[in-house]
């Protein structure tokens, strides 16, 4: 049974990306099976890992709004151990087609029963909104993990996020619990990094990471290669942060 | 007649609100009357000059969905020709229920019409999505300014975004122009930067602004504290490139 993870912020540009592509890499060095599902119509987390979203058989919005079962879109990547669903620009449409569909919060839940069993991870990158793609993606997960930039908004915006997550676990899926909450581009050198971190460390106290994701160029320039941090410079602090991180989630569903 | 400019692009903290803020605060600098208009659930333009959301007696929400005029949502804020529209939680509804509303692309469009004389230039903040809320800004301005973060993924996403502001030109709005795209985040230290703006430069020629932005801390820092980068610490090199961008869209202004 795979553990579903989705890593979801409204607020844009925070790392969800990064994290979503950096996490199932080292996650799959790490012996797992990951599947990651790229459930943001920009595909960022499709090129990162280097697929060429237009060479596809079915997408992920024939699965959502036609039915197709997840396990006829996935494909493989160049990195063992990890299996992608990726993002087509039709997904766009899906965002306002739910609107008018029966049960439009849980497609995404019902059709993860097909494949839960063949992965041991399935980690779900989300778009910046709170619409019906990151609330099926909510729905569907086992947990949600907030990656959340050391900066003013991203705080700011953490309060409301936590309100929508706690509306979902009221209604529709009260089995849903907080993964953690992950510091990203994190620079030591500015007091702003240092404070915002302080400040989230210690109103959410244990359920953040002890793993904090420095700024480091590396996460920036690796997906120019289409390649996870760990597959392009494996000893940069990026890399590095990324595989600490993996070590803390896979202890915590020990616990679980 | 003010000119309205969107700030857009579906990619996320790409410096949109940033920029609306204090290209908003560099035009009022110059004796221009400006309104800045919140269209971001999230409300960052609202809190980053310094607004409490809370205490308004009719919202953006109240002028899309209900009918009231703009001109009774609008705020002052304590820079002098700055005016603003603010933000209220209730907006992230308008996202879904405009689905069902009729011509619910121009709602903002109609209800602009009230308040276009009174302004040199209305700047619209717009959430990292393509949905109803940054349809309506586009449909409902003259030109369209693009933040674009000097990075793989933003580049990435560039193309797509002109091709859905293409579509507009050619159905909603054939009078929308690009006012711009705004190189944003630039770090001379590193090649990645240099590589990206390199590429947009020969690419989009012309349509980019000489003005580029530079990854500076004061911008980071100054919403914290409410206040455009300018009124917060003028001489960093964040609040310049602003003052430098301001004359720009000004100069640009007279050839219209
Ligand atoms: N720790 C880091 N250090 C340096 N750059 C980073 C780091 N994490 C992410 N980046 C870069 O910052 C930008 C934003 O990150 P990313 O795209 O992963 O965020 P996102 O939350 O997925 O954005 P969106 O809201 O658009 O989905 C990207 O260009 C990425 O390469
Ligand atoms: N030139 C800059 N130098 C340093 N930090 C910046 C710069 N521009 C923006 N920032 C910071 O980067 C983050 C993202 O910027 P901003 O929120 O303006 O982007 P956005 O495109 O409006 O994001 P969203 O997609 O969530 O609406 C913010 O924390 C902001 O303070
Ligand atoms: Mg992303
Ligand atoms: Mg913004």
Redesign the interface.
Known sequence: MARIIAIAN?????GK?TTSINLSASLAINDQAVLLIDMDP?S?AT??VGIDQKALPCSLYDCLMRGKPLSEAVSQTNIARLWIIPAT?DL?GA??EL??VEERESVLKKSLQEIVGRYDYIIIDC?????FLTINALAGAHSVLIPV?C???AM??LG?LMANVKRIQDGLNPSLVLEGILLTMFDSR?S?GRQVSEEIRNHFKEKVYKTMIPRN?TL??A??YGKPAAFYNAASAGAQAYLELAKEVLAHGEEG
Chains 1, 2 share one sequence.
């Open positions: 409204q607020k844009g540009g925070v990306t920009q960022n090129s990162g620009a766009v965002e306002v609107v008018n778009p910046p909104a709170l619409g930039q900066e003013y908004y700011e915006g409301r500015n702003l160029v920036a320039e997906p120019s």
